[in-house]
C-alpha cells in the first residue's frame, strides 16, 4: 500500500457503561495495537458505579478522561465528544463500543482507506456477526472495502461531516440514540460510506452471545434490558 501522504489528527471516543470486565479487555487490545502517533482517546465513564474509571485512569494510551457523575446515555456522551472535538484542531474523529477487541494496526488501516478513496465513513469488519458481508454491498470494482449505508459500532469519519450540525439531545435510550445521531449525519451530508473487510474487530460482548469470550450473567443480561438491547442467548 502507498505511504499515506500525512499524519492526520485524529479523537476517538469510547464511551463506557457498566460491563467493565470488557472494558478492561478494551483498553488492554488497545494498547497492545496502538501504533498511530497522532491520536487521542477520549474515555468516559458515563455514571458506571463500579471500577470501570479507574481501569480508564491506568490505561496506558495518549487519552483524555472523564468520569460523569451520572449516566447521560450513549446519546449524550456522543454529542458532548462531538462538541469538543469541533473547536480541536482533528481531521477524523471516531467511536468504538468498549466491548471491542481491535487488531494491530487498525487505526493505520482505516485511515489509508480513508485516504485513497472517496469514503466519508468507514468501519471495520465485525466478528462474530461479519456486518461487512451482512449490510456491505458487494465490492464489484476491488475497491478494497463494501458499498454500504449503514455502518458498526466501531467507525471512523471526516470531522467536516459534522461541523455545521446541530444534534438535538434528547433522550433515547442506548443504541438507539447512537444510531440516530449517524442516520442524521446521513441525511443531512449524504457521505460514502465502507466495510473494511480485510479489517476485522471483535466485539466480544455482542447480543448473540457467540463471541468465545463473551460473558452471560444475570449482571450482564439487565445491562442489554436497560440499554434496550435484546439478547440472543
Known amino acids: ?3 499515506r501522504k500525512r499524519n492526520y489528527k485524529v479523537a476517538i471516543l469510547v464511551p463506557c457503561y457498566k460491563r467493565p470486565e470488557y472494558t478492561r479487555l ?12 497522532d491520536v487521542t482517546f477520549f474515555l468516559v465513564n458515563d455514571g458506571s458505579d463500579d471500577n470501570t ?5 491506568s490505561a496506558k494510551l495518549p487519552a483524555q478522561i472523564s468520569n460523569l457523575p451520572y449516566n447521560i446515555g450513549l446519546r449524550g456522551v456522543i454529542i458532548q465528544f462531538f462538541q469538543e472535538v469541533k473547536s480541536l484542531d482533528i481531521d477524523y474523529i471516531g467511536k468504538m463500543d468498549n466491548d471491542c477487541i481491535v487488531p494491530t494496526n487498525w487505526l493505520n488501516k482505516l485511515l489509508d482507506t480513508l485516504e485513497r478513496t472517496s469514503l466519508d465513513i ?4 465485525v466478528y462474530p456477526s461479519n456486518a461487512a458481508y451482512k449490510y456491505g454491498e458487494e465490492d464489484k470494482k476491488g475497491l478494497g472495502y463494501r458499498p454500504t449505508h449503514t455502518v458498526g459500532g466501531l467507525w471512523l469519519m471526516r470531522k ?7 444534534f438535538e439531545p434528547y433522550d433515547i435510550v442506548g ?3 447512537a444510531y440516530n445521531l449517524l442516520y442524521q449525519i446521513i441525511i443531512e451530508k449524504e457521505p460514502a460510506m465502507g466495510w473494511v473487510t ?4 471483535h ?9 468465545p469470550m463473551h460473558i452471560k450473567t444475570t449482571e450482564h443480561e439487565q445491562y442489554y434490558q436497560e440499554v434496550g438491547r435484546n439478547v440472543a442467548w
Open 198 to 201: 480485510d479489517l476485522v474487530v
Open 203 to 211: 466485539d466480544v460482548g455482542h447480543w448473540s452471545g457467540r463471541h
Open 1 to 3: 500500500m502507498k505511504k
Open 160 to 166: 467536516s461531516l459534522i461541523e455545521d450540525v446541530f
Open 53 to 57: 474509571f479507574e481501569i480508564l485512569q
Open 122 to 125: 468507514v468501519s471495520p469488519n
Open 175 to 177: 443504541i438507539k440514540g
Open 26 to 37: 478494551c483498553i488492554e487490545g488497545l494498547e497492545k495495537a496502538q501504533s498511530y502517533e
